[in-house]
């Protein structure tokens, strides 16, 4: 039994997306318990609803759903780490120290990015020789998924926190997503390896250097799409552009393509033809359908997604903590880095 912390206060329509999208996740996992924080009268009322919704039976909530009282709530305009020390109630503390406790294998939340990075480093605590654990979105493309990391915890980064994100970003896609010998690329606005700025420049030899990943050389904005690499390392700074500028081309796409079809009568009889073609090619570039995007890193796995979600996204985030579960990520990814830190210690050794 995969058990999985879910913090139900976080996002733009908490708390009834999060407790559907969570609902709805317990007929494509069988053996998953879900534990709900949030006020715990507000949550019991809730549940009644969505139970009904999405369909759940009395005996797979009594068995599979389980509330957390937690009476406070950490707001997006907070201080994120003085709202972690303060608000020792709210549903992201009380999320967190579940996963730290052992009660839970991993938390969920919508909430402030900030507190959440926060808390999962305060709280639940880094691996060993993790200076500053990375924000790993999948992002879609022609070619399947890419991982973007960081894609938005640290927006100042040093050339070793990059390597070690593609250290890390490899062992997520080959143990998670199945794929063998990943490739990786660093986010350059040139292929020619003179191009980029400071951080690129001195970050490119040592990634030429780790013999543990197939790092491919440079991969320019554009080329992303098209699944040009299976890992994107960069700072959070233009992780997060990448993401956002993603994330608004194809709201911005599919709005031009749905015009397009109503415009006449002739192409709304095309629009009818290709519809189910066209319906299964555009969910295939929905991010939300891919989970949210873990902190990798850390001694337990805690993953963020948008505060705008529906429920979906956190129907498929319960399934990519059930996935990552089961590859025990957390320890593969741990257990990488210390290795690589006792060689780098032998390897100074006189």
């Not at 999985?4 to 999208?21: L, W």
Request: net charge neutral.
């Amino acid at each position: 039994m995969v058990r999985i912390a879910i913090d139900c206060m976080g996002g733009d329509q908490a708390p009834s997306a999060i407790m559907d999208g969570a609902l709805r996740s317990l007929a494509a996992t069988k053996d998953t318990k879900l534990f709900l924080f949030g006020p715990e009268g507000l949550l019991k009322e809730e549940l009644q609803k969505s139970a009904k919704a999405a369909g759940v039976s009395e005996a797979d909530l009594a068995a599979r759903v389980e509330i957390c009282d937690a009476a406070e709530v950490i707001s997006l305009h907070e201080a994120p780490v003085l709202a972690i020390r303060r608000k020792k109630d709210s549903s992201i503390v009380k999320g967190l120290h579940f996963v730290k406790e052992g009660h839970a294998d991993a938390f969920i939340s919508a909430g402030s990015s900030g507190a959440i990075l926060a808390g999962g480093q305060l709280i639940i605590g880094r691996a060993k020789g993790v200076p500053r654990p990375p924000f790993g979105a999948l992002i879609p493309t022609s070619r399947g998924v890419t991982l973007l990391l960081d894609s938005g915890a640290n927006v100042d980064a040093k050339p070793e926190w990059l390597v070690q994100y593609a250290k890390m970003g490899s062992i997520y896609m080959k143990e998670v997503c199945g794929i063998q010998n990943p490739t990786v690329g660093l986010v350059n606005v040139g292929a020619e390896e003179e191009k980029g700025n400071a951080l690129v420049k001195e970050t490119m030899p040592l990634l030429k250097e780790v013999k543990d990943i197939n790092f491919i050389g440079s991969c320019e904005a554009r080329e992303i799409s098209f699944g040009a690499c299976d890992v994107v390392v960069c700072d959070a700074f233009v992780g997060n552009c990448i993401l956002k500028m993603y994330e608004g081309v194809g709201k911005m796409l599919l709005g031009e393509i749905m015009s397009a079809i109503k415009s006449t009568p002739i192409s709304l009889i095309g629009g009818a033809l290709i519809k189910g073609t066209l319906k299964g090619t555009l969910k295939k570039f929905d991010a939300k359908q891919y989970g949210g995007a873990p902190i990798l890193g850390l001694r337990g796995l805690v993953v963020k997604v948008h505060g705008n979600t529906d429920g979906r996204e956190i129907t498929h985030a319960i399934q990519q903590c059930y996935d990552f579960v089961h590859a025990d990520a957390v320890q593969k990814i741990a257990a990488s880095i210390e290795a690589e830190n006792a060689r780098a210690e032998e390897a100074a050794q006189p």
